[in-house]
């Protein structure tokens, strides 16, 4: 069964550090998205990406993050000058449709020390 | 305000037990409802999506139910395994394709 893959599966950064999250969504899906889920607590909606542009982001996703799809098959989430509230599991998830539901990769857990 | 509570928080039953967990939502306008599995340091799978009209799902041996007059959502988990031991969280999809999360009911079955 197709699979979304994330990597690295655990990153540790210090802080201050810029870090890039890797996804290679399922290779039919036109629409990505990553979320993060801070330790207990629930999954939070970062932003969605179709047709090489962003279509919407949450109010977590400032200036400090960024995304790109920079070739046929990665998305990455790149988080700068990253902060001790930056440490959680973030995921990538994508779809073929919006009527169809989403795949989610198995995280990356990020911490920053 | 659109939100998705779940209950219990957690709960502990023995392998081979049934159970049933609760999903109460509150988003307008409503557009389908999933209910996830997440094992610990995963990412959720999905169980089950069920849309306006339909009122009981099956996947193996989950089964979800959905009463939209009432705004609830239950996930029943028959003969439980070890394996079933994870957080189920409801999620509840507007008409805008906005996801909205429930904090999950975290579930350990004991042997």
């Known amino acids: 069964e197709p699979e979304v893959t994330q990597t690295p599966s655990h990153q540790v950064t210090q802080m201050g550090q810029e870090v890039i999250l890797r ?25 969605s990406f179709y047709n090489n542009e962003i279509s919407e982001k949450s ?3 400032d200036d400090q993050f960024s995304v790109e799809r920079p070739d046929g098959s990665n998305f990455t989430l790149k988080i700068r000058s990253t902060k001790l509230e930056d440490s959680a599991m973030y995921f990538c998830a994508s779809r073929a449709d919006p009527n169809y539901g989403y795949t989610f990769g198995s995280g990356t857990r990020l911490t920053v020390v | 305000k659109n939100q998705v ?3 219990p928080q957690s ?18 306008p409503f557009s389908n409802l999933r209910w996830y599995k997440q094992d610990t340091g ?38 439980s395994q070890l394996s079933d031991s994870a957080s189920y969280i409801c999620v509840v999809r507007d008409s805008n394709y906005q996801l909205i999360w429930g904090a999950g009911t975290k579930l350990i079955i004991k042997p």
């Open chain 2, 5 to 7: 509570e779940q209950s």
């Open chain 1, 23 to 47: 996804c290679v969504p399922i290779s039919n899906h036109l629409y990505f998205y990553w979320y993060r889920q801070i330790l207990g607590q629930k999954v939070e909606f970062l932003v």
């Open chain 2, 42 to 79: 995963r990412g959720p799978v999905s169980l089950t999506i069920m849309t306006f009209s339909e009122n009981t799902k099956s996947n193996g041996r989950y089964t979800a139910t959905l009463d939209a007059d009432t705004k609830q959502s239950s996930l029943h988990i028959t003969a």
């Open chain 2, 11 to 28: 709960l502990i039953i023995l392998e081979g037990k049934n159970c049933t967990l609760q999903c109460n939502y509150t988003v307008s």
């Open chain 1, 59 to 61: 109010e977590i996703f």
